[in-house]
């Protein structure tokens, strides 16, 4: 397999770290918050071995530079910028849960240059959407799930794993663990892409998105799955696929993903609709 590079560009929003893996047609993967590239570890090398797969971290996020406004416009704003610097006029484009609402929004501001979009795991937000969302905000006993308070013994830190254990396979602490490391790189702003996500208009934004477009939902997800029908509905030229057993983290699945994105990008119908078991 082709070996991961890291790199940093320049952007007017700061540094954009990024990691990439073989050569070829681009094709970029956006990751869910607070996460990193590092969700995409296992994939990269994947798809890496027919084109040039590039994972930046989300300005805001990972080792990218931090920023003052967190929407899901400014992410797709700072992510355009990094693409500007890398010479990159057209691409493939990927998102997973928040990455996937970022690159609906990228989609839209840039239609000329995203060639194919894969929306994995992504939710539809629009005002009902929204309005569901505040009030259960409203009604929690708790407030959302990656904020805990900071405590002197450390006692937020097996908070914040028990809180996201039941979203995670049993017997992989090592995902749980990667995602924890990616959560406190960003403390305490770690909800700041969960609001993003919830204030997006993107009922207004969708209808601009002019490729062909695979909407993949993973059945084990109890967050995303649900949301896999409402998205493709607003979608008129969207297939769909689902990767069954599927859980919240995309390295669960990495192999069954990569392969459904490598067969779209490479000339899959939009009408697709398929059915993928999890691999030994």
Known sequence: ?????FAYAGTPQGQVHYAECGSGAPVVLLHQTPRSWDEY?????LLGRARRAIAPDTPGFGAS?????????????????????LGLDEFDLVGHHTGGVVAVELAARAPDRVRRLVLSSTPYIDAAARERRAARERRAARPPIDAVGERPDGAHLTELWARRAAFYPEGR???LTRFVRDALRVWPDVEHGHAAVSAYRMEERIGLIGCPVLCVGASADPYAFPELGPLTERIPHAGTAVIEGGAVPLEFQAGQFADLVAAFLDGAGVSLTQEMEPRE
């Not at 397999?1 to 590079?5: A, G, K, N, T």
């Not at 570890?41 to 090398?45: I, N, T």
């Open 1 to 5: 397999m082709s070996e991961i590079r």
């Open 41 to 45: 570890r296992e994939v990269l090398p």
């Open 65 to 85: 530079a931090r920023i003052a406004e967190h929407t899901i416009e400014n992410y797709a704003r700072g992510l355009l910028h990094l693409l500007d610097a």
């Open 173 to 175: 602490p090592d995902l």
